[in-house]
């Protein structure tokens, strides 16, 4: 049994996995309620020490997913997003209750590739890239059955791919990033731009009415969607060329609210843009934990790379 | 002792490698003298016991660099300018007159980057990225000291990453790929393109042509090697984010005839393009194995990875 903590801006969430990737328990706190990452981290122990009593099995390992997460050094490096600056030492502040256990951390795309390797379709497989779509778009690239951390411990940020110089204003500073169009916000500032050029009411607040819309055939929401996969499919084609995968998962919240409304155009842009002496060796799909609590298992498959 | 065996569409080059990387000894073969992969090899075998003989040195292993390998599986596919069609076993070929030696192959941009990894600027890193630039853009990917080879055994590709949509043909038979602007046709053609805006008459050939006018400060000449080094740093940049390499090295003729005409312009655009949070930990720099032979000493260091 294996406990992931998935550390993120407004929830922390803590669960028990066994072996073959059930969820056992779980609790669930709220990150805006501690002012500094050793508060946190003592909440959090109380919490696992309170669900491994009642399972009665071994904890075999504690694995963390957390924004900026540098797996090699077991720290998280000046999250934007959550109320702890600099750099947060958790492997050594969980070591502090877990002396004799396994603790192992690694950013939450990476976690998802990981969780993918030992719970999802990438059992079995050596060579993929998991997809995370939320608020930003993450990566992780799984190479020869193992996660790449790279040299400066921040491999895969795919979502920061220049795809339109001099395009949309990104929150890294930049113009054009790939995740400007394929992100919650981003394709929501599609669908605002085509209401925009069709003289159109917008009529959606977020990117739930988005997809309620797109479910409703409104041509509008289903065209933002369109471009929204064009993007993406071509920026996967490009990635595929690096690492040349077998298979490309999407994973991630935009991914599960939009279905086949964002994957159908995705694959076909996929295809167009694929070189063509990789077709049929590269296949673009849906992760293996969409809806399946995967933050949680992710992040409790990170302990099992450590063996 | 290593032999190095580089098969080129025109030329063949077999050469014998010190442990240090030094070159003891080669022999160059025309390819086009040979109408089957099996003579080519004995002529090859012949040449290797020749140069052996003469060494008395122990011979460690033998490594084939051509277009088109695979690692994996030892043989070359359908390789666009070989007389040899179909799939092509040189690994077998090789080991019934050296069946005591180990035998190992690659396509030519993995080759130059295990080179760069035993004998260039890549001795003691674990994760950087080759770009071959010549006809084609080819690329080998280090992640963690070894050489991706990818889940089709053709990681790498990303020559034919799309960066203009709908751009110059492509001779894979789709458009706007990278190495359509970046390598010796490439450029030359952006030259052409120039001199017709300016209302110039072309004054060249062919890329060395160009290398010289650069050399002789002619400004159409020097702004299409600004424009190459634009996309080449853009593509680069964007290539960066997928395995974070320390270090990416530019090898090839390309690279080597234009110095830094080339190499300036490609890092101002690698710089105002690159993830503000990769800065400083990515370098961009010419290959330790340009004007060295890179393509014998990148062969003969493939055994080494299959200690």
Partial sequence: ??????????????????????????????????YSAPDLVLAIAE??????KQSRQPLEGIGVGCPNGRGDQGVMVEAANLPFKGIVPFVDLFKQYFPDIPVALANDANAAAIGELYYGKGQGLKDFVEITLGTGLGSGFIVNGKAVDGANGMAGEVGHMVMIPGGRPCGCGRSGCLE?????????????????????????????????????????AIEAFGQAGKMLGWGLANIALCTA????????????????????PTLRSFDAHLLYSYRGSVRLEFSGLLGRNGAILGAASLPRQLR
Same sequence: chains 1, 2.
């Fill in 245 to 264: 995968p077998s298979h490309i998962f999407l994973y991630g919240g935009v991914a599960l609210g939009a279905g086949d409304y964002l994957l159908k």
């Fill in 180 to 220: 400007r169009y394929v992100t919650a916000s981003g394709i929501v500032a599609t669908y605002n731009e085509l209401c925009q050029i069709h003289h159109h009411e917008p009529e959606i607040g977020n990117y739930k009415d988005l997809c309620d819309l797109a479910g409703q055939n409104d041509p509008v």
């Fill in 47 to 52: 919490s696992i020490l309170r669900m491994t």
């Fill in 1 to 34: 049994m294996f406990c992931g903590v998935d550390i993120g801006g407004t929830n922390v969430e803590v669960g028990l996995v066994s072996e073959d990737g059930k969820l056992l328990d779980r609790e669930g706190l709220k990150t805006g309620k501690f």
